[in-house]
């Protein structure tokens, strides 16, 4: 028999309070982990956990378009993922309109108090995938539709192990601030980490994609045993690819504080840099982010920070003349102009 619901108090805007039903409370959503001690998360844990860092996800998270990873029966079932409003959606939660590669355009949800974080919790959301751009008010109009956060997905292939990752991560870090801007690392929920470094609002997703693609580039020149631009898999061996196609329209990360869907359920915790050699990878969950609740956020002062990204653009440009050019884009992707073929290089070379 189905538990029966239980309703959250939760904060509100301006010192009022919400409640968020949250129904069959007791629903698993991720088994136990390996570690010893380790709890299973209920679907009423993942919602408490919730309200605990709503502000610290507010700070990572709000204001932005999201997509929630839902698992409707836990994690053990089936998933999918959530971008338009679902039927029945609380009034206070907004929606801003998302453009596509396609040109197609539909609503997407915004997350920005934590009443509809623990909504989201509600409709069995265990990863929110927030867009690097950002809404101005509660208009639900998008900024300018233009990226404010570079962010380097840097997950060990096998046979590598975390230490490479913050090796790359630290350096990503020293070439980051080389061209101006502030970087800010956070685990990945698994067995990586994520660097980000805000920016201004000022160019469009295939700029921002372009300088990311020359940032990789000069990691690879620096790190050229660790690190690969190579897009297809046959060709990375087990250097970290740094993946600039996370920076195409509609591509996303797991935010930081979500919880990831693995047994567990480990979180995507912000890290001060001084902190990271201290990571064990996956190690912090929902059932033990409290230690760290009682440390000052390291990603407190991101939007304070948002950077020229002009300097990186002359990267771009610097590789371009050196005969540097375009990458591939992703197979879902429309063809763009200057793209080489997106054809395995095994394949080319049979035809």
């Not at 196609?245 to 915790?269: E, F, I, K, Y």
Request: one cysteine or more; charged letters at 25%.
């Amino acid at each position: 028999m189905a538990s029966k619901a239980t309703t959250l108090e939760v904060p509100g805007p301006d010192g009022t309070v919400r409640q968020v039903r949250v129904s069959s409370p007791d629903r698993v959503m991720c088994p136990a982990g390996e570690a010893p001690g380790a709890l299973e998360v209920t679907k009423l844990d993942l919602a408490e956990y919730l309200v605990a860092v709503g502000e610290r996800f507010l700070t990572a998270n709000a204001d932005r378009p999201v997509t929630l990873q839902r698992f409707p029966t836990g994690i053990t079932g089936e998933e999918f993922y959530s971008k338009n409003p679902p039927k029945g959606a609380p009034e206070y939660l907004r929606t801003t309109t998302c453009t596509y590669p396609s040109g197609r355009s539909h609503e997407q949800v915004v997350l920005d108090e934590v009443a509809s974080v623990v909504w989201a919790a509600q409709m069995s959301t265990l990863t929110v995938h927030p867009w690097p751009v950002r809404t101005t008010d509660h208009s639900g109009e998008l900024l300018n539709d233009c990226p404010d956060q570079v962010r380097l997905d840097l997950d060990p292939m096998p046979g590598r192990g975390f230490g490479d990752v913050v090796t790359i991560a630290r350096a990503a870090r020293e070439l980051l601030e080389e061209v101006g801007l502030t970087a800010y690392v956070k685990t990945s929920g698994n067995r990586g980490l994520h660097v980000f470094a805000p920016i201004a609002p000022e160019r469009e997703f295939l700029d921002v994609r372009h300088g990311v693609i020359a940032l990789a580039r000069e990691l690879e020149r620096r790190l050229p045993e660790l690190v690969t631009t190579r897009w297809w898999k046959e060709e990375r061996g087990d250097k970290c690819f740094v993946d600039f196609n996370q920076h195409c329209r509609d591509r996303t990360l797991a935010g930081a504080w979500s919880p990831r869907a693995l047994p567990g359920a480990p979180v995507s915790l912000p890290v001060a840099w001084a902190a990271l050699d201290a990571v064990v990878p996956g190690a912090v969950s929902v059932h033990t982010v409290a230690e760290h609740l009682a440390e000052p956020d390291p990603w407190a002062d991101m939007l304070e920070h948002r950077g020229d990204f002009s300097p990186v653009m002359a990267m771009w440009e610097a590789d371009l003349e050196r005969g540097l050019g375009e990458e591939p884009f992703p197979p879902d992707h429309p063809k763009m102009p200057g793209e080489p073929p997106r054809v395995q290089p095994s394949r080319a070379r049979k035809a």
